[in-house]
């Protein structure tokens, strides 16, 4: 199994307040995603890396934000939760080296925010 | 705008019969196709893929079939098992990102 860890693994918050998701990986791949999964929505891209320092937006990026200051973390921060938000939220990586490679999961961290 | 869609939420098949399951894609930038599986609390995990210059891959009791001219693809299992019951995404990829379908629930009865 990919060494990929997801903390905390479950959380429950109150409206408005600010939470952080962190994903550590210890496989060095440089691609790493945050993904949340809802019935009837699948699974959708929320922020994706592609290096130290180097983010960019998904599908549903409102009311989120990343940061990856180490090649093994990427943290995941809702900065005012909102009910909206309460979902599973999956880290994934990726090597990327050469176009095909596939995505390996963490085990998700449920939110609800109340 | 769906990218990816799995039109069928759900799937019933008898245990020993051939499971088949449909995605169907937009981008034709796509050049990526995989497909996962998941249980429930568990992440998805890696099932098998196919590259856009190929049109089928097998491993085992699945195979992937890929129609480009129809973007469409289908994950074949056979003979279904009731351990094969779980949800399953298919997903693209075309630069580095990987996206999405809806999933489809797999129930393989004994």
């Known amino acids: 199994d990919a060494g990929i860890t997801q903390s905390p693994r479950h959380k429950v918050t109150e409206t408005g307040t600010p939470v952080t998701l962190r994903c550590h990986q210890t496989?060095?791949?440089?691609?790493m995603y945050w993904y949340r999964q809802d019935p009837g929505h699948g699974l959708r891209l929320i922020h994706y890396?592609?290096?130290?320092?180097?983010?960019d937006k998904g599908e549903v990026s409102d009311g989120y934000s990343v940061s990856r200051s180490k090649t093994e973390d990427f943290l995941l921060t809702l900065e005012s939760a909102t009910s909206s938000q309460t979902s599973v939220y999956f880290c994934?990586?990726?090597?990327?080296?050469?176009?095909?490679?596939?995505?390996?999961f963490g085990q998700g961290t449920r939110l609800t925010v109340v | 705008d769906q990218q990816v869609k799995q039109n069928s939420p759900s799937l019933s098949v008898q245990e020993g019969r051939i499971s088949i399951l449909n995605c169907d894609y937009t981008?034709?930038?796509?050049?990526?196709f995989l497909w996962y599986k998941k249980y429930p609390a568990e992440g998805p995990t890696f099932l098998i893929s196919?590259?856009?210059?190929?049109d089928k891959n097998e491993d085992g009791r699945f195979t992937v079939f890929l129609n480009k001219s129809a973007k469409h693809l289908s994950l074949h299992i056979v003979p279904s098992q009731p351990g094969d019951s779980a949800v399953y995404f298919c997903?693209?990829?075309?630069?580095?990102?990987?996206?999405f379908g809806t999933g489809t629930r797999l129930k393989v009865l004994a």
């Open positions: 994934a990586i990726s090597p990327g080296q050469g176009m095909n490679t596939e995505a390996f």
């Open positions: 496989e060095n791949h440089r691609y």
């Open positions: 890396s592609y290096g130290v320092k180097d983010t």
């Open positions: 981008n034709s930038m796509f050049d990526y």
């Open positions: 196919i590259s856009s210059i190929k």
């Open positions: 997903a693209a990829s075309g630069t580095y990102k990987y996206i």
